[in-house]
T-cell receptor, first 113, second 114 residues
Framework: AQTVTQSQPEMSVQEAETVTLSCTYD???????LFWYKQPPSRQMILVIR??????QNATENRFSVNFQKAAKSFSLKISDSQLGDAAMYFC??????????FGKGTKLTVNP | KAGVTQTPRYLIKTRGQQVTLSCSPI?????VSWYQQTPGQGLQFLFE???????NKGNFPGRFSGRQFSNSRSEMNVSTLELGDSALYLC?????????????FGPGTRLTVT
């Protein structure tokens, strides 16, 4: 079965600083997608960024970027210039084939003013 | 374009009862997936419907079922509720289901079983 592991249950960062959230995964698929979702206290799950495994280049979306290490099955999220609105639960997920999205347990990010 | 909507947003039921949750996907989307979110188990895939047919199913007991209508709206039903069914139920829609990266989530239905 596919698994996604987020080893940091909680993280905190000062406003305007940079923070990196870690994620490792295990999959037998040769081609797959990886995602970071954000779930603020309002509970609406929002897609932050996605990475196609066959692409070497790390995905970037404004202040959000990933460090994708395919051989190590690592997929970390870097948030630059952190803002108060970035405070949320962050979930790493992999495309699980017949299981659709397989999620990690999440990392709660606190942004301190 | 309106987002994914779920009704009701909150629900309280008693053990042994059954419950039906509804999900309306983004207009034009034909795939609807359901997920259960609990503090202990995290987010787990329940099932996916595409063009009124269940296409994928997660590892949940038969008490959990669903269906999809011709307008792509989906319902999930849980029969004989147990305390452990208390959770946030999320649905997500995508245009065809093949492009998982295009999944858009609804706000969820918070189910409490007493």
């Amino acid at each position: 079965a596919q698994t996604v592991t987020q080893s940091q249950p909680e993280m905190s960062v000062q406003e305007a600083e940079t923070v990196t959230l870690s994620c490792t995964y295990d999959t037998s698929e040769s081609d797959y997608y990886l995602f970071w979702y954000k779930q603020p206290p309002s509970r609406q799950m929002i897609l932050v960024i996605r990475q196609e495994a066959y692409k070497q280049q790390n995905a970037t979306e404004n202040r959000f970027s990933v460090n994708f290490q395919k051989a190590a099955k690592s997929f970390s999220l870097k948030i630059s210039d952190s803002q108060l609105g970035d405070a949320a639960m962050y979930f790493c997920a992999s495309e699980g084939g017949s299981e659709k999205l397989v999620f990690g347990k999440g990392t709660k990010l606190t942004v301190n003013p | 374009k309106a987002g994914v909507t779920q009704t009701p947003r909150y629900l309280i039921k008693t053990r042994g009862q059954q419950v039906t949750l509804s999900c309306s996907p983004i207009s034009g989307h034909r795939s609807v997936s359901w997920y259960q979110q609990t503090p202990g188990q995290g987010l787990q895939f329940l099932f996916e419907y595409f063009s009124e047919t269940q296409r994928n199913k997660g590892n949940f007991p038969g008490r959990f079922s669903g269906r999809q209508f011709s307008n792509s709206r989906s319902e999930m039903n849980v029969s004989t509720l147990e305390l452990g069914d208390s959770a946030l139920y999320l649905c997500a829609s995508s245009s065809s289901g093949l492009e998982t990266y295009e999944q858009y989530f609804g706000p969820g239905t918070r189910l409490t079983v007493t």
